[in-house]
């Protein structure tokens, strides 16, 4: 796993070729990459959220309990893992025109590898200034259109330029995603909070 986390990060067309001969299952990714790489974005949430608490613009830091962070965080890294099988299915579903379309458990295998950058930048949510998270978000996604650029024609055998239209789509709708993830996480983090400052009060 962390073989391919550094070739992703120094050299991702090497590494691009050494997963494709892989053929990886989707079970095998998911306990050798994803269920790690996505509690790191979880973990780091989990520990800004209770121990420093998120701030917006000076204002006072809003911490959540340590219960409720748990339950918080076991529904974020629920929300992360089902949204790379949708990414990985979102794909297959995109590539079913091309003749090289590989299957769908090799689509997700690909999603997997290409939320790395993604999950990478969670870990600068074990601080929560809103701005820092933010920033770290955008890298985050840049990179990750830069392995989808470099990936996607030679995962699909196709034409850098049919790669280009179809990696651009595929973040595009990715970043919408991520975005209804984001939504989710912070309605959730919004009703711990809440939940914390009632149960406060009526202490």
Request: proline share 3%.
């Amino acid at each position: 796993m962390i073989n391919h986390v550094w070739g992703l990060i120094h050299h991702p067309d090497k590494e691009w070729r050494e997963i494709n001969k892989e053929h990886e299952s989707v079970s095998h990714l998911y306990f050798h990459h994803v269920l790690w790489m996505a509690a790191i974005p979880v973990v780091s949430t989990f520990i800004g959220t209770t121990q420093f608490g998120w701030t917006f613009g000076g204002e006072e830091a809003i911490k959540v309990s340590i219960m409720d962070g748990i339950g918080l965080g076991i529904m974020f890294y629920a929300l992360i893992l089902v949204a790379v099988a949708a990414v990985g299915s979102l794909i297959h579903w995109m590539a079913r025109n091309f003749d090289s379309r590989p299957p769908r458990q090799e689509c997700i295998v690909f999603a997997g590898y290409i939320a790395t950058p993604m999950f990478l930048s969670g870990i600068f949510a074990i601080y929560p200034v809103i701005w820092l998270c933010l920033l770290a978000c955008v890298a985050g996604i840049a990179y990750t259109g830069y392995l989808l650029y470099k990936g996607t024609p030679s995962f699909l055998g196709i034409s850098h330029k049919q790669g280009f239209i179809l990696s651009s789509t595929t973040l595009g709708i990715g970043v919408l995603v991520l975005e209804a993830l984001l939504a989710a996480v912070v309605l959730l983090w919004s009703l711990g909070s809440e939940h914390s400052i009632v149960w406060r009060f009526f202490q």
